[in-house]
């Protein structure tokens, strides 16, 4: 089994920062893209940033400047810093990637629990 865990979610201030992480574990043949997600109350799920296996990266033109994603590869890990948080940037978030278990051909999209982040004015 293959499990992604996110944390650092939390309540910060308006113009405050948090660093979310995600750690995927279990039975793990390789990992190829990951990403982050958000969703708000009421509103779709939509994509904040991708990071491709060879470090390129999409990020949603809301969160471009202020956000940055990084990919621990040794720790199978992602992170998500964010930087001069807004009220609508509260949402869960959550964490997916394209993992590849041994003896499997071809990968498949696992996705996190999700953390809360609220950002209050």
């Known amino acids: 089994q293959v499990q992604l865990v996110e944390s650092g979610g939390g309540l910060v201030q308006a113009g405050g920062s948090l660093r979310l992480s995600c750690a995927a574990s279990?039975?793990?043949?390789?990992?190829?893209?990951m990403g982050w997600y958000r969703q708000a109350p009421g509103k779709q799920r939509e994509l904040v940033v991708g990071l491709t296996t060879d470090g390129r990266t999409n990020y949603a033109d809301s969160v471009k400047g202020r956000f940055t994603i990084s990919r621990d590869n040794a720790k199978n890990t992602v992170h998500l810093q964010m930087n001069s948080l807004k009220p609508e940037d509260t949402a869960v978030y959550y964490c997916?990637?394209?993992?590849?278990?041994?003896?499997?051909?071809?990968?498949?999209?696992?996705w996190g629990q999700g953390t809360q982040v609220t950002v209050s004015s």
């Open positions: 997916n990637s394209i993992i590849r278990r041994p003896g499997v051909l071809s990968g498949r999209s696992f």
């Open positions: 279990g039975d793990i043949f390789a990992i190829s893209d």
